[in-house]
Nanobody, 128 residues
């Protein structure tokens, strides 16, 4: 049974930090690109960060560069997103997803259509 399970969301004040985790089971984790996406009410889902199959390359949405850090632990089948200097504009449902692309398919990218396994999301709310 495939499970993509996010955790770590919550309510935080502006300027604060949160660390999201995503645990994957029932499908191959190592070697596949993983990504974090978010969707705010009334807005389209957008890619926040993604990381190559062995963690060597990461890509970020411009607005989170320098504030968010994506990482992965392949031994634990777990993906992380460290979020610092949070602002109200970061308020959204955050989703973890596994791409169909592996390292051999080229660099990781934040193209929603690449991702075929999704979690249910974890809510992040930043108060001003």
């Amino acid at each position: 049974q495939v499970q993509v399970l996010e955790s770590g969301g919550g309510l935080v004040q502006a300027g604060g930090s949160l660390r999201l985790s995503c645990t994957v089971s029932g499908l191959t984790f190592t070697g596949y690109v993983m990504g974090w996406f978010r969707q705010a009410p009334g807005k389209e889902r957008e890619g926040v960060a993604c990381i190559s199959g062995y963690g060597g390359t990461s890509v970020y949405l411009d607005s989170v560069k320098g504030r968010f850090t994506i990482s992965r632990d392949n031994a634990k089948n777990t993906l992380y997103l460290q979020m610092d200097s949070l602002g109200p504009e970061d308020t959204a449902m955050y989703f973890c997803a596994r791409s169909s692309r592996k390292n051999s398919d080229g660099p990781p990218r934040l193209t929603t259509a690449d991702y075929n396994y999704w979690g249910q999301g974890t809510q992040v709310t930043v108060s001003s």
